[in-house]
């Protein structure tokens, strides 16, 4: 399986974990099931979209309308799935970490494959590994994942960075990119297991 | 009237419908002459910006300024006249409806003669006809109507396929086009004067 | 120094301002360094990034990444410096109005720099001030700043208006530019001082 190919099964990958976290977090909020499509779509697309937007390329999803139907039927299927077995709702933040971990990796590819520097393929890549995720927490009135106390977009911002090391080392990029991947994950599961979280930025003290 | 006009004259309507939802909803958090014409020109013209960026077509109000000049008299004149006349609020609901079944068919048109693909016709249609009023919702600090219990853009998707059907069957465009805006319209109104909604998406056992 | 030159300054302080905003109003609610980073990013790049978007224009910071360094550097900056002396946090009202002021001039000169109208670029011009604060307040959960009770896109407003005046009279564009962005500060800065703000909008009578 060459490069192009791992690329495009963890983007379909990514795209149905990231439905299924915009399909669990429109439960809670009991959106009915066309709400929840909605939801279950701007999550997965929405990082990529604003990706194609900035980097001025034809938006992925109006050129492959294979991802349309992946986020339509997997969240089809997990609707009526979840009428007769149940899901655990902490499922939500792995899933939520394996989405960041790959669309993180892809987006910065596809900043790299364009020539473009360091700080913008790390830029686009955090980007679409955390937007989609930020918006579906905005449109059900919560605080973004990204903002709570544990690691996020710190994990995304690691993972990338290594991933620019390893191609200026000239491991293959095929493996680089797999690596970075669970990097990312790791860093992110660890974190919620074990609560960790960087240093809060507080003011010595501030006259209002 | 021929269906280019009709879809211009429809379209100046939905800017004003839009716009008059946006001025009533800052109305009740009491923002200030300024910051109503904001919210009325980011519901009136959020959907179809997102659909042009998305479409890579030139943004139609970045074009023709006329969806400028609409937003702010039809704006001003309900700021003023709203000081001398009742307007009753549920209007913002009908309003809304109004806005939604004339964007959703626009945008649908506009992917349409782009020749592009079914779902992408569906997608560019329900987020022209949705995206305003979600973002006006966001801002106001208000759970996006889209997200309330009664079929909102589900009224959106079933009268766009309509469309893709009629036109498939060969029906006149114009024909079409207003069968499909009547449909979302009263689909929209049905839902709300007898509080319709789709099942809800409700796991049979969550554990936290 | 010429007017590209004066241009390019004030976009780099205002990169720097908006980026302080973003990061003050992060610490309030107790982001990690990262996170802090991220709100400090959006603040600085959202407005400039809508607008080249929509003027279909390369975004600003793809094509030239000091941006991205300006925001990292004078964020990580402020972070430690905030450990060792106090940071009023009124201070963020100066700067976001300071940043309002220069991005509203410098969005409205890069519309006029493409022969657009003059309703476009006022559009242009208010949209580089207030998104990039827009977005920072929404995802922070709180009532955007533009939207509370003082003159706030107004003064954005009458500054680039009067901007289109000065340059419609033939002064030299320097001026024009310098005195924009003066008129647009020292406005918002009286309305916080001395709480001024526009009439309300108020329907005489709503019933539900």
Redesign the interface.
Known sequence: MNLVQTLYYLDLLGTVVFAMTG?LA??R????????I??A?VTAVGGG?LRD????Q??F??EH?IY??VVVFSTLFL?FY?????????LLLYLDALGLAVFSVIGAQKAMALG??D??II?TG?MTG?VGG?IRD????E??L??R?E????AS?IGISLLLVLVHLNLPVDLAVILSVMVIFSLRIWAILFNI????????????
């Open positions: 399909l429109a439960s909020k009991q959106l009915d099931l066309f709400g929840a909605v939801i779509m979209t937007l900035i980097l001025d034809p938006v999803w109006v309308n349309i139907y609707f979840a009428r007769i077995k149940e899901i655990p709702v902490k473009l520097s700080p913008i830029m955090v955390v930020v905005v449109l059900m009135g605080v973004p990204i903002f106390k690691i996020y977009a710190t911002f979280g960087l240093p809060v930025f507080q003011p010595i003290n501030s006259q209002d």
